[in-house]
C-alpha cells in the first residue's frame, strides 16, 4: 500500500530509513486485513504530500515484518510512530485525525 510519497518500511530498511533518518519519520504500522488502517491509508497519504522534502513517510506492514512490530510493542493497529533523530517522540494508536498529526509533525519540523 505503499506510493510514490510513502515509503515501504521493512524489518530490512526500517533502521537504515527510520533510525539513521536526517529528516523526521511518520511511520504507520498496518495491515492488509485491518479496516481502519485502510481508512487511514488517504490522511497519512496527505501527509506525506503536505510535508513532502521536511519529513519521510513510510508504511509497515505488521504481517510482513514481525520483527520491527515486535520491537516498538505493537499491539493494536493501526499504529503510527514519529521519529526525530532515531528517537520516538509520539505514538498514537487507532484511527486519528489528519489535525493530530499534522500539529505534532509542525512541532518537529519547526513550523
Same mark, same amino acid.
Given at each position: 500500500?505503499?506510493?510514490? *510519497? ?11 530509513? +527510520? ?20 481508512? @487511514? *491509508? ?5 501527509? *506525506? ?5 521536511? +519529513?519521510?513517510?513510510?508504511? +509497515? ?20 510512530? @514519529? ?29
Amino acid at each position: 500500500m505503499a506510493s510514490d *510519497a510513502v515509503l515501504e518500511l521493512t524489518d530490512a530498511n526500517f533502521e537504515q530509513e +527510520v533510525i539513521k533518518s536526517d529528516k523526521p519519520v511518520l511511520v504507520d504500522f498496518w495491515a492488509e486485513w485491518c479496516m481502519p488502517c485502510r481508512m @487511514l *491509508a488517504p490522511t497519512i497519504e496527505e501527509l *506525506a504530500h503536505d510535508f513532502n522534502g521536511k +519529513v519521510k513517510v513510510g508504511k +509497515v506492514d505488521t504481517d510482513a515484518n514481525r520483527e520491527v512490530s515486535m520491537k516498538y510493542g505493537i499491539q493494536a493497529i493501526p499504529t503510527v510512530m @514519529l521519529f526525530d533523530k532515531g528517537q520516538l517522540v509520539k505514538k498514537f494508536v487507532g484511527l486519528q485525525q489528519k489535525a493530530q498529526f499534522a500539529s505534532e509533525l509542525t512541532k518537529v519540523t519547526g513550523g
